[in-house]
């Protein structure tokens, strides 16, 4: 968990791994603060994603949610996407300050992807996504067996969760990405991003 100097607008980098090290994806944004369900930071319209063969730059902003207990981290997403609410299984996030000598993020959080996905669509359907991948990397990066209980474990919660109509996940991310959007300039020559 963070502590002192995570003040709102503080440059924020998302760095996922995968099991054993390997690089997967980031991008860089900025806090947005905490609330009883964890820490928020917004990533705005032109972000740049990475991961290893892949980069993109984001056409709409998102939140992203590290929870003060649970391995997994959430993004919510804006209304013209299908995807609502995606929420990535995870090794327990880590925060920590960067030297920020390089002009990067000052602060960091890193986390091991841990395959397992749950995906609200924004017409309400609610699914699973990568069970084949993570029985695979079972095999293949030779997942620990607690590892394999950590992810199996926080996606049926977090299911549960979703299905139950518990916050965050109903009305609270989106919440914090209306605010955000709000506050986010408009890049030159980009359409203001719509809210829910």
């Known amino acids: 968990m963070p502590s002192g100097g995570l003040e709102p607008g503080t440059a924020v980098a998302g760095r996922f791994t995968k ?5 997967h994806w980031e991008w860089d944004g900025r806090y947005l603060g905490s609330d009883e369900h964890g820490h928020w930071w917004y990533a705005p319209v032109g ?10 730059v984001e056409s709409s902003g ?4 590290v929870p003060h207990e649970g391995a997994f981290v959430v993004g919510f997403y804006p209304a013209h996407r299908e995807i609502s ?26 986390m091991v992807d841990l ?11 609610l699914y699973v996504d990568d069970e084949d991948e993570f029985a695979q990397h079972q095999v293949e990066l030779d997942y620990p067996e607690e590892v394999v209980a950590l992810a ?40 203001a991003p719509r809210a829910e």
């Open 19 to 23: 099991w054993g090290g390997g690089r």
């Open 47 to 56: 972000t740049r994603c990475v991961r290893p063969g892949v980069e993109f």
């Open 62 to 65: 998102w939140v992203s949610l």
């Open 85 to 110: 609410v995606y929420v990535d299984m995870t090794t327990d996030p880590v925060w920590q300050r960067r030297e920020a000598a390089d002009g990067g993020p000052e602060w960091e959080v890193t």
């Open 115 to 125: 395959d397992l996905d749950v995906v609200l669509t924004r017409d309400g359907h």
């Open 152 to 191: 199996e474990r926080w996606r049926d919660l977090v299911h549960a969760a979703v299905v139950a109509g518990d916050e965050p996940f109903a009305t609270v991310g989106h919440d914090w990405l209306r605010r955000a959007e709000a506050q986010a300039p408009v890049p030159s020559g980009e359409a």
